[in-house]
């Protein structure tokens, strides 16, 4: 049985970063000292604590000045070839994600990587994008059925089955924040779906995760 998690969203004050992070109850101390994370951009730290049955993110006290920052200042190039934005892909990716936060977190993280990246939020527009756009590889969030929006009326799941049972051959990376990836990679389903890898979004780092498995999945094809 899945472990069950309860999100909480951090705003970092230092660089003005939302993210949000899906953790297992048992994985935060009932006590005061919680555990401490770091912002996922500028590396800023936060103390987690448990409130009842949900977390809740400060500022970790006595946090120094956000490491990220500090190593960006002291590498910063020297010249205008050095200071250049890394080369674009030239391949396409299409995002689902349903979650706003998550959304704006890995669309505006994988741009800055020069990743060029279309989002939508749920199966409709998906599709819709899919019939306008060439797309070489799917990242779509495993629960993406939302009752308050008519238009989410796929799954990750569903949305992928449509997907290859139009024609379109594309590979496809699945992220979630509800599921233990151990019981999800096993099932042979995923081959049929052209499912390449799965990325669990319950840590703080998997937008980078996710970042190395596009590379992995599109040098490979």
Known sequence: MAER????????????????????????????????????KCGARY????????????????????????????????????AAPPAAFTETILMIEDDKVARAMAENQLRDAGIKTLAAKNSTEALHLLKKNTVDLIVTDLHLKNAN?????????????????????VPAIIT???????????????????????I??????WVEELKMKIKEVLFKE
């Open 5 to 40: 998690k309860e999100s909480v969203e951090v705003l970092c004050s230092e660089c003005n970063t939302a993210f949000r992070l899906w953790l297992p109850q048992a994985f935060v101390p009932v006590d005061s000292t919680g555990v401490r994370i770091n912002c996922v």
């Open 47 to 82: 103390l987690i604590t448990k409130e009842g049955k949900s977390f809740k993110a400060k500022k970790a006290e006595g946090a120094a000045a956000a490491p990220a920052k500090k190593q960006a200042a002291a590498a910063a190039p020297s010249t205008a070839e050095e």
């Open 149 to 169: 929006d008519p238009e989410s009326q796929l799954d990750g799941e569903e949305l992928l089955k449509r997907i290859v049972d139009s024609g379109v051959n």
């Open 176 to 198: 979630t924040g509800k599921d233990v990836l151990d019981d999800l990679i096993l099932d042979p389903k995923w081959f049929e779906l052209h499912v390449k890898g799965f």
């Open 200 to 205: 669990q979004k319950g840590n703080p780092f």
